[in-house]
């Protein structure tokens, strides 16, 4: 009988959230203090300040320092990735009807559909800010070089966004693993991992191309990702802060609706693409149970936690290879840390 | 009996033409040739390509030329500005509900909600690459001071957006023409008007402070945007583009709706707030009549038209102050005629 719990990070969770508050505070500085408040700035705090992991703005700045930068001229940026994430989320939750993020109403079921929208798009203006902020401190041209790197990181999500909202409306079934991957290598792993990492090295000026940080950074994030809509789909709704289930009724292309569409008879196929191109209204709870079933039934769950465990192992393997010549330092353990934590998380 | 006709325009129509062509052609080069099409990048160049009047681009390249500059070195900026605003009606049309854009569907009536969501974030990014090649024409100091205007431009509208949607969202009937015209400010006239010249004019590296057009700027935008609302109670709808008397079923707070609060009867007073509670459905074709006939009766739609009248006045005035000791040019000659056109238009 295997009694070994994973380990409960606590460590990381500390010094992710040490990260997380400035981060918070640095996107608070830069809040105009003028303007509608109850309809705009309040809401622009809202999602930041429910307490995220802080995941983006912890691997820039602890990139920065264990390449031995001072991550303090990192915090700008990672305030700005904070505010782009969750901005993201604002209207990401739009798109897929969430109903909750992060244990509370979302921001369209809260604020209405209108100002939710303009609050999204307010929150990606105001991320502008911290890196025109980044002139004065690291001068015009590095503050150009993380632009350009925001851009393409923004632009990647949007990209990965598209993917995924078009395999919901034109109700796909034929997506491969390898589309699959290549939408999440959009959607998540260039903002929440592959570009923090990026950002952070750039500031630190390392030697290195920062190309080196894309491998390393895809393993994160695709392993993140598919433990994210694993939890989904098995963790406790109340710590995950989710509808159990959400996913499914959303219609999203996970990776183990994925799995189970290539995996299941011919006729379980026919009867699960009718569930998913019905209106979202008319998919009950009987229809998530039943996709669920079909799920344990084909071992579609096992393969995205099996999915999740291998890519976390070839990101620590990649993270050996860039990290392991560095000197110690606490932001480098928290980094590995990380890295395990993407796949023992349960929520 | 007066048989005078307004003119045509017909060469300031050509004129902002040929800059909106191009400006839209520059928005082509910026389209990344990688990435999803029919669900992203096809769809960045919808509205754009409806055949928009091309205001922000010609005030943006007009001014530069007027001012003595070279305005093929404001032409990033200019495309720049076409798309940020095409992105704002995207979402715009989400806000207000809005079914007709230029004649044809909006973007979420045709795409779903989603996709129209997530498409208007990708031209908001895409909005930052003209603005990122402007580094190797004007180099890394004026390229961050133009972002810096298009940072603020933004921001204003957001704001503005964020006010009017709080009024319809409160039902709010007691707000006054000051109000109003600050959320014009806010919502219209920082992007339609005063950063296109500011931004025409920093490019031409004139030697005045920018602060200069923001008066000229605010009254053009202002009486743009009062016609602009005339129109929607009175024009003709194949031409305007829009729902006829749509304003009205979104229960958007236009001038005209303000001065027929402020000046009707407690009753109908009572009544119109009524009316503006109910669910956008719930509202009638015979509601819409109800409510032109009472601005008929109380005179709010021959207020509109002189207000927007009287701050084009204003606005020539200005322009004579800013632009009359410059040389004799056909740019300078274009902008005075769309101060002109802004009280003429009929669609």
Not at 23 to 45: F, N
Request: charged share 25%; hydrophobic share 40%; net charge negative.
């Amino acid at each position: 009988m295997n009694t070994a719990q994973p380990p409960s990070y606590q460590n990381l969770k500390k010094h992710l959230g040490v990260y997380h508050a400035r981060a918070v505070q640095r996107i608070k500085d830069h809040i105009p203090e003028k303007g509608p408040r109850e309809s705009l700035y309040d809401l622009v705090l809202d999602y930041p300040t429910r307490g995220g992991k802080g995941f983006r703005p912890g691997l820039c700045m602890a990139t920065c320092n264990a390449f031995g930068g001072d991550n303090e001229l990192a915090l700008n940026t990672a305030a700005s990735l904070e505010l782009f994430h969750n901005a993201f989320l604002v209207h990401d939750d739009i798109e897929d009807e969430s109903l909750l993020r992060r244990g509370k109403p979302t921001m369209h079921q809260k604020e209405g559909l209108g100002i939710a929208v303009n609050v999204g798009d307010a929150m990606n203006v105001l991320g502008m800010r911290p890196l025109m902020a980044n002139i004065s401190i690291l001068g015009h041209e590095q503050a150009w070089e993380i632009f350009t790197e925001v851009e393409h990181m923004v632009r990647q999500s949007v990209e990965g966004q598209a993917m995924e909202l078009n395999w919901v409306r034109s109700n796909s079934s034929c997506i491969s693993e390898e589309d699959y991957l290549e939408m999440v290598l959009k959607k998540t792993c260039w903002y929440t991992t592959i570009h923090p990492m990026r950002l952070g090295a750039l500031i630190a000026d390392v030697e290195i191309s920062l190309d080196e940080f894309n491998l390393l950074g895809y393993y994160m994030g695709a392993a993140f990702q598919i433990q994210d809509d694993v939890l989904n789909l098995v963790a406790d709704e109340e710590k995950y802060g989710k509808e159990k289930g959400g996913d499914i009724l959303e219609g999203k292309r996970t990776l183990m609706l994925i799995h189970l569409m290539n995996h299941c008879s011919k006729k379980e196929g026919t009867e699960i693409k009718e569930f998913l191109g019905k209106e979202r209204s008319c998919r009950s709870a009987a229809d998530i149970e039943w996709i669920m079933t079909l799920m344990e039934k084909y071992g579609s769950i096992n393969h995205g936690i099996v999915s999740s465990k291998q890519l976390a192992g070839a990101a620590l393997h990649e993270f050996t290879r860039l990290f392991s010549s560095l000197p110690a330092h606490p932001d480098k353990e928290m980094m590995e840390d990380l890295v395990m934590y993407m796949i023992h998380r349960d929520y």
